[in-house]
């Protein structure tokens, strides 16, 4: 479809355009009177002239005027008609529905649309004035018209919306109306037309706009006295429960003041009792918006409880997010009885009373029960066949250890408290059954003696897993004990059993010394072993695992458990086909198999028979296993089996704890099941026992399959390589211990082979003498547990300017724990404590060797 311009008469034209075909006339005149100047001078002149300099300026004016009109071709210049050409920019302004005028910063104007000329005073003989000229006249809009020309002056924007009554004619119509007009000015960008910069004014009429606004905001303003003074309350919440609006009505029945309430003051939480607010911002999962109704109480400002109705919306909107709430509340204290409804709320009120899984009954002033829900008597064990529970006591069903708390409670409830702390209490009757009441006020009604809501909850089970917990957190506590005590002495040990090796270099066999020195070295390798079932048990043990077969393991402990069983008992090994390999420390798991054998000896007073089996457990068939906590995978099992005495339930709950015994006085310490436990913890595996009285017991023992990768494999043919004897060297150790003894004893096994030992008590005096060192040291050995700094704090502090240090750390902990505290740091080196003098000359021979192979590659 063809578009059809616009015509001239629907273009309006300008009150003033102005142009410069005027003075582009004069340039022409000068440049022809130019050039005839030109002319007379070379015919007058012609003899003194060269010809070339004559037909050079020819040539010139040839090549311009060529170039000319190449230029009207292509529209670079035009002819003047005379007439100011209408341009788009020009129709724009002159078809915008506000005055406008173009002036420069001195308002001389250039440019006036028609618009502006329907304005009363825009024109003075003919001519249109300034827009400040236009107000000067009007006091109310002196210092906005200051502003806007202080503005244009500045060559920056602004505007103004500016009040004049009766108008800018002063209408004697109107002469009391206010008349609203919106004046701005912004600058204009320079152009070729303009010598100086310019700028646009704009007058606007804004009057009617401001007519509608005024009276939609006195329309508001009567909907909000209307909502506040309503007989219903009303309040509305966002996303997060903080209430944004309540109005009058609701603010006086809850008991605050409009007027100092502020949006998001307050939250749902405040005025809606327990769980309410929960279910008030919940919304529609779908999104829907639906009115839903909601008979519950809110809590006015001293703390007593306000019955109400709610017609309550909210929704969630497209992305799931909770929208606004709008809640209109009806007061139910003074509600008129309905027959019709009352009866639809008895019904669901029925159906909520007696399906929900814990206990609703009512309470008349003095605790008796008036009324219960089905669940009542199943929670309080009450059977119901002797006689009714009506007007029983609720006292008398708890035991009295709760009853104070009890009455107090109920007291609170008659008071009409909103918060009620809940009653914990066991029930009267035999068993560990518990429950938690919860007490609130009822509504009166007259003639009713119910005045107190009572709601119990059945807490047995959760009682139970609190006192699992709790001894869980025993044995953590007495772990943590035992894993304190062993490291200590593992510190003494290691003092006892280096100075006896120091003394055994001076002392040999032949000597009247010797045998007395090796005495005190044996039963310091003997209290070494009562420490490691202390860390055992703690899980702060050093294992050293290695891949096993079980089965070889077992075989060659046969012999050994025969003899310990004696003659009476007898001990059956049975294997399964093709035992999966494990890893563990063998020393450590042939004490759990010698510990549980002898065990099972003990439970057999008069004799019996011993099985011990392995076999291969796959994951599909420990998905079917009813033990608590094991994981299904795949898993090597040892079972233990005795035909002795069995323990009971009571018995097998505790056997795992430190230092409890069923045997006499002086026939066990109580520490070979909880050692047990802590190996079998600390390889990652499980045991149950699983006991029938008279019967016997069987310990099953499950421990992950092993599956050895490419880089195991190779490490085995590295480590058939032969090992370091000689034991001698010159290198710079710098040696931390804060327990002299020890430090006494490594530093002089250290020199005895040749090394240069410096030594420091903490950490802080290590990173002295480090400094007085010049940080020139092969290799730092630290203990790991000291006061102020620890090892791998000073750690940290010597990488900052020591980065590839070789450090060895020695601790009476397992190194997994201390691995931990060091962030995995490989290039550190572990010893156990305690250590002997071949071992940690051993040590200290492997790692400085280690560190010259590394410096060579």
């Known amino acids: 479809m063809a578009l059809t311009p616009l015509g001239e008469d629907s273009y309006p034209d300008p009150l003033i355009a102005s142009g410069r075909s005027g003075a582009g006339l004069w340039r022409v005149l000068l440049l022809g009177l130019f050039l005839v100047g030109i002319a007379v001078g070379l015919a007058l002149f012609s003899e003194h002239i060269s010809p070339d300099l004559i037909m050079t300026f020819v040539g010139v004016l040839a090549v311009v005027g060529i170039f000319c009109l190449f230029g009207l071709a292509a529209g670079l210049f035009r002819f003047a008609n005379g007439e100011e050409r209408r341009t788009v920019s020009n129709a724009v302004v002159d078809s915008l529905p506000f005055g406008a005028v173009v002036a420069d910063r001195d308002g001389k104007i250039s440019y006036v649309n028609a618009h502006y000329g329907g304005f009363a005073g825009a024109m003075t003989n003919g001519v249109p004035v300034g827009v400040p000229r236009l107000f000067a006249g009007q006091s109310d809009a002196s210092e906005a018209i200051y502003r806007l020309s202080r503005a244009a002056k500045d060559g920056r924007a602004a505007i103004e919306d500016i009040r004049i009554v009766g108008g800018l004619g002063g209408s004697q119509a109107h002469s009391n109306k206010a008349f609203w007009y919106r004046v701005g000015v912004r600058p204009l960008p320079e152009s070729d037309e303009a010598n100086k910069p310019l700028a646009i004014w704009s007058v606007e009429d804004i009057t009617r706009d401001r007519d509608s606004n005024e009276s939609a905001f006195r329309d508001l303003q009567r909907a909000i006295d209307y909502l506040d003074h309503s007989p219903a309350g009303f309040f509305s919440a966002d996303a997060h429960g903080r209430i944004q609006y309540l109005n009058s009505t609701l603010t006086d029945w809850l008991g605050y003041d409009l007027a100092e309430f502020n949006s998001g003051q307050l939250s749902m939480s405040d005025i809606v009792r327990g769980d309410g607010a929960t279910l008030l911002m919940g919304g529609r999962g779908d999104g829907e918006i639906r009115t839903e109704i909601i008979d519950i109480d809110l809590v006015r400002r001293n703390g007593t409880s306000l019955p109400v109705r709610l017609l309550h919306r909210a929704a969630r909107l497209a992305d799931g997010e909770l929208g606004e709430t709008r809640t209109l509340v009806l007061d139910k204290s003074n509600a008129p009885d309905n027959e019709e409804e009352l009866r639809a709320a008895e019904v669901r009120f029925s159906r909520f009373f007696n399906d929900t899984p814990f206990a609703i009954a009512t309470l008349d002033a003095e605790g008796r029960i008036i009324r219960t829900n089905a669940p009542f008597g199943r929670i309080f064990r009450w059977a119901g066949e002797e006689k009714s529970i009506e007007m029983e006591p609720l006292s008398g069903l708890i035991g009295e250890a709760s009853r104070d708390r009890l009455g107090r409670a109920v007291s609170e409830a008659l ?24 007490l609130s006020a009822s509504e009166m009604s007259a003639g009713s003696p119910e005045q107190i809501n009572l709601y119990a909850l059945d807490m047995t089970d959760q009682r139970k897993l609190e006192a699992q917990f709790a001894q869980s957190q025993k044995m953590q506590a007495v772990g943590q004990l035992a894993g304190g005590v062993a490291h200590d002495f593992n510190n003494l040990l290691t003092a006892i059993i280096g100075f006896s090796d120091l003394l055994l270099l001076k002392h040999k066999p032949g000597d009247p010394s010797f045998s007395e020195l090796m005495q005190i070295k044996q039963n310091a390798n003997r209290a070494a072993g009562l420490t490691r079932q202390l860390l055992a048990f703690s899980r702060r043990q050093t294992l050293r695992p290695q891949v ?66 392995t076999s291969n457990v796959e994951q599909a068939e420990t998905e079917t296993m009813s033990f608590e906590g094991m994981v299904p995978a795949d898993y090597v099992l040892i079972e233990v089996q005795d035909t002795g005495t069995g323990m009971s339930p009571e018995v097998i709950e505790k056997i795992f704890e430190p230092f409890f015994t069923t045997k006499e006085l002086g026939k066990g310490t109580g520490l070979g099941l909880s050692t047990v436990y802590g190996i079998v913890k600390q390889t990652e595996g499980y ?71 410096f030594e420091a008590d903490g950490g802080e005096e290590a990173l002295e003498v480090l400094e007085d060192l010049e940080f020139k040291i092969d290799l730092m050995i630290s203990d790991v547990v000291m006061p102020e700094m620890d090892g791998p704090s000073l750690l940290k502090q010597v990488r900052l300017t020591m980065p590839n240090l070789k450090v060895i750390f020695v601790s009476g902990y397992a190194e997994e724990s201390v691995r931990r505290d060091i962030e995995d740091d490989l290039s550190v080196e572990f010893l156990p404590k305690p250590y002997s003098l071949d071992q940690i000359n051993s040590k200290v021979k492997e790692v400085l060797q280690k560190l010259g192979k590394d410096e060579v590659h």
């Open 415 to 438: 008071a009409h408290r909103s918060e009620i702390e809940p009653v914990d209490a066991l029930l009267s009757i035999e068993g560990d059954h518990a429950v938690r009441l919860y």
């Open 548 to 613: 096993l077969e079980l089965p070889l393991i077992v075989d060659d402990l046969t012999v050994l458990l025969k003899r310990m069983i004696g003659e009476k008992n007898t001990l059956t090994v049975e294997h399964g086909r093709n035992i999966w390999p494990v890893r563990a420390d063998v020393v450590q798991l042939e004490q759990v198999i010698i510990n549980l054998v002898v065990n099972a000896r003990d439970a057999m007073p008069k004799g019996g028979a011993i099985t011990l089996r």
């Open 687 to 757: 045991i149950y026992p699983v006991s029938v009285m008279g019967v016997g017991t069987t310990f099953k023992i499950f421990l992950p399959r092993h599956v050895p990768d490419a880089s195991e494999i190779a490490s085995k043919v590295a480590a058939a390589a032969a090992p370091v004897r000689d034991l001698t060297g010159h290198e710079r150790i710098l040696l931390v211990e804060d327990e002299e003894s020890v430090r006494a004893f490594s530093a002089q096994a250290l020199r005895a082979t040749g090394y240069e030992v």
